[in-house]
């Protein structure tokens, strides 16, 4: 059974930092791309960014750029998103989510993240940031 089941989300003041993990289960980890979206009430999915399965290339959403850090621990089966520097406009549910034909590079060169291509998803955790 695949499983992506994400933690690390709550509450943080403006300027503050959390480090959500996603750990993975259920289907060969290294060989898919995996990715971070997130959805705040009211408005569509959005991709925050993915890091390829093979050479480990990145992608940002422009506004996160800077401040949010996509890792992955292939041993672990586990991925990570690292933000700092946290705004109010961050505030939403973030999900984690693998993708097996490694469309990173497709948002890489164009700068569009779309949640079709992902096959697998986390339940989702909220993140909260106060102004």
Same mark, same amino acid.
């Given at each position: 059974e695949v499983q992506l089941v994400e933690s690390g989300g709550g509450l943080v003041q403006a300027g503050g930092s959390l480090r959500l993990s996603c750990a993975a289960s259920g289907f060969i980890f290294d060989d898919y791309a995996i990715a971070w979206f997130r959805q705040a009430p009211g408005k569509?999915?959005?991709?925050? !960014?993915?890091? !390829? !399965?093979?050479?480990?290339?990145? /992608? /940002? =959403? /422009?506004? =996160?750029?800077g401040r949010f850090t996509i890792s992955r621990d292939n041993a672990k089966n586990t991925m990570y998103l690292q933000m700092n520097n946290l705004k109010p406009e961050d505030t939403a549910v973030y999900y984690c989510a693998a993708d097996p034909l490694n469309y990173c590079y497709t948002a890489q060169a164009t700068g569009d993240m779309s949640s079709f291509d992902y096959d697998y998803w986390g339940q989702g955790t909220q993140v909260t940031v106060s102004s």
């Open positions: 569509a999915r959005e991709g925050v !960014s993915c890091i !390829s !399965s093979s050479d480990g290339s990145t /992608y /940002y =959403v /422009y506004s =996160v750029k």
